[in-house]
């Protein structure tokens, strides 16, 4: 089984909360970091699969207040993250830490680093071990001109082998908000430069459009989960019975 360091001031919040999520003995299919109103927590549960409380930065979980801007925290949270061990990771840059056009000056310039080689390293952790994750962003977003995305998933005109670029319109026909590029390691994503409604799926028509994409969404996420998790359950099953 993974281990926390001892030497972390933390290590006893972690294990409570890897202890909440993993008491029940399923394995986690999902974590949405930076977690904003895409719904695909909520999306990916409606699929019958098991899905963590999405992470807001700065948000209070299990007796501690994360600033996910700062280092020693994300060294603390990728710590808790690979304990946790989902499938599958998606994170949304926060607007003060990528989603700008233009930095503001050096302090800035680092917190889009510090967010670019934060949510990498979460990512590759998951590929590393039989899963898979992603990164949403504004199309025009600094974020992607980072050395550290461009290393890990390539370009949306260049991606690197195992790397799917898309973009997903979020919004109504009559009132859309910018579109959003995504970059995952996991192809169940790519479609014509959409995701798309897959057939068969029911969707209430009172449901806010919002609702209605993080379902679909969250559908493709899914798929990946399922796909991803056979190449890692033999690893999984081994850890849960040391």
């Keep these: 089984r993974s281990t926390l360091s001892s030497s972390s001031a933390a290590s006893d919040v972690y294990k409570r909360q890897a202890i909440e999520v993993l008491s029940s003995g399923e394995r986690l299919a999902f974590l949405d970091l930076f977690s904003g109103e895409g719904f695909l927590t909520v999306g990916v549960r409606a699929h019958g699969l098991k899905a963590a409380d999405g992470w807001k930065s700065n948000a209070e979980i299990a007796g501690k207040r994360w600033d996910l801007s700062n280092p020693a925290d994300q060294a603390e949270a990728a710590q808790l993250i690979d304990y946790l061990d989902p499938v599958i990771v998606h994170a949304a840059v926060p607007q003060d830490g990528g989603k700008t056009k233009r930095s503001r000056g050096r302090r800035d310039r680092d917190k889009h680093k510090g967010y670019a080689e934060f949510v990498v390293g979460i990512i590759r952790s998951r ?4 899963g898979g994750g992603s990164i949403e962003s504004p199309t025009d977003a ?32 009559t009132e859309l908000e910018p579109s959003i590029l995504l970059a995952a390691t996991y192809h169940e994503v790519a479609g014509s430069d959409a995701v798309t409604r897959p057939s068969g799926m029911s969707l209430d028509p009172e449901a806010g459009p919002s609702v209605v994409k993080g379902l679909i969404w969250a559908d493709a996420i899914s798929r ?9 359950a033999h690893r999984w099953s081994a850890r849960e019975l040391l």
Excluded at 127 to 130: D, I
Excluded at 147 to 170: E, W, Y
Excluded at 224 to 232: D, H, I, K, N, P
């Design 127 to 130: 590929v590393n071990v039989g």
């Design 224 to 232: 990946a989960a399922v796909r991803l998790a056979r190449s890692g």
């Design 142 to 173: 600094i974020i992607w001109k980072h050395p550290a995305i461009r290393t890990f998933f390539g370009t949306r005109d260049s991606p690197l082998p195992g790397r799917t670029f898309t973009t997903i319109q979020l919004g109504t026909t």
